[in-house]
């Protein structure tokens, strides 16, 4: 049973920075795909950011391309999202997700597995 567990969510002010990471287990992490999603209040859950398998391919939403960096490390089967110059508009729960994609992840429906999320706040 894959299992996604995230964590590094919390407040912080606007222009400050958190690094965001998802510990997978269940099976083997470097097959496939990572991504983060996020959910603002009163809002449709929305995607982030998407890392292929090996790390080559990467891509974002037009929001937050270049101030967010997804990476991830297959010896820790940890994903990562360091995200820099944040901004109150960024204030959601942000999700880790995989499925059966070994490119990218980019919309819900091919999101199989999601963790519980972690709140990120921004204060202006």
């Known amino acids: 049973q894959v299992q996604l567990v995230e964590s590094g969510g919390g407040l912080v002010q606007a222009g400050g920075s958190l690094r965001l990471s998802c510990a997978a287990s269940?099976?083997?992490?470097?097959?496939?795909?990572m991504g983060w999603f996020r959910q603002a209040p009163g809002k449709e859950r929305e995607f982030v950011a998407t890392i292929s398998y090996s790390s080559h391919y990467t891509y974002y939403t037009a929001s937050v391309k270049g101030r967010f960096t997804i990476s991830r490390d297959n010896a820790k089967n940890t994903v990562y999202l360091q995200m820099n110059s944040l901004k109150p508009e960024d204030t959601a729960v942000y999700y880790c997700v995989t499925g059966s994609a070994t490119m990218s992840i980019t919309t819900t429906s091919t999101a199989d597995y999601w963790g519980q999320g972690t709140q990120v706040t921004v204060s202006s």
């Open positions: 269940g099976r083997t992490f470097s097959n496939y795909a």
